[in-house]
């Protein structure tokens, strides 16, 4: 009996921890279960957070791309340029250059088939341009020049002066009177005509920026071109005093 009763007490105490045991892992399985209900609010949360982040990403992009595109908004949007010589070379890569940057052009040259091809060329770009004939030695020419600029665009805002001629080579004493005073009526007087036509418009549209044509040989003697590089070296002078005429008003002449 009395090992019986042992025997009953030890079966009791191991039920006892049996029961124990199994409240224990209950209460596990519940700490489990809590772990696992936390973890996956962190990651529901974790995946809104991820979701917000994309999103914000998606914005601060769209932002950044519609910040770059207006700084790509060049300030020549609605602006007018006057290109002269600009059927080919530096006249027509200036004048396409223009209508790339938004300017409104006014095409200017004697040539008036590859003229008209350089407008042609800028309509092409998506750009707005006119053809003028002028003969920028002639008073009249210029005078047409610059006023279509005025009644097509109702402004004038840059001018790049580039026509111009070598004219025929030879020493100065040999250089004819005719060469001379063509190649001083285009490079040099033309300058100075176009200028004297733009500047008004310029004050009137509140300032602009002139960009008149030089030459190295505006710097330095060329052997065998007089009227070439007496021109240029004038119009390197020419285009200095009027930048210090018209500093203080707006208007910038290089």
């Not at 190295?216 to 590089?229: K, N, R, S």
């Given at each position: 009996s009395t090992e019986l009763d042992a025997q009953l007490t030890r079966l009791t105490s191991r039920i006892q921890f049996v029961d124990k045991l199994e409240a224990r892992i209950n209460t596990l399985h519940v700490m489990t279960a809590d772990v696992d209900r936390k973890l996956a609010e962190q990651l529901a949360r974790r995946t809104e957070l991820d979701t917000l982040k994309t999103q914000c990403d998606g914005v601060v992009a769209q932002m950044l791309d519609a910040q770059q595109k207006l700084e790509q908004v060049s300030a020549m949007q609605g602006k007018v340029a006057i290109v002269t010589g600009a059927s080919a070379g530096i006249g027509r890569a200036a004048a396409l250059a223009f209508a790339r940057e938004g300017a409104s052009v006014v095409v200017g040259d004697v040539d008036t088939e590859r003229g008209e091809k350089t407008v042609a060329e800028i309509q092409g770009i998506g750009g707005s341009a006119v053809f003028v004939h002028a003969d920028v030695s002639k008073p009249d020419d210029v005078v047409a020049l610059t006023s279509a600029a005025v009644e097509q665009y109702g402004r004038l805002d840059y001018a790049f002066n580039n026509a111009g001629i070598e004219g025929t080579p030879a020493p100065t004493a040999d250089c004819a009177l005719d060469n001379w005073n063509r190649t001083i009526g285009v490079n040099l007087s033309g300058v100075f005509l176009c200028m004297r036509e733009e500047i008004p418009q310029m004050l009137a549209s509140g300032g602009g920026v002139i960009?008149?044509?030089?030459?190295?040989?505006?710097?330095?003697?060329?052997?065998?071109?007089?009227?070439?590089?007496?021109?240029?070296?004038?119009?390197?002078?020419?285009?200095?005093?009027?930048?210090?005429?018209?500093?203080?008003?707006?208007?910038?002449?290089?």
């Open positions: 960009v008149n044509n030089a030459s190295v040989a505006g710097l330095v003697g060329f052997e065998g071109i007089p009227a070439y590089t007496a021109s240029k070296h004038v119009v390197v002078g020419l285009t200095k005093t009027a930048a210090l005429d018209y500093a203080t008003q707006g208007i910038r002449a290089t």
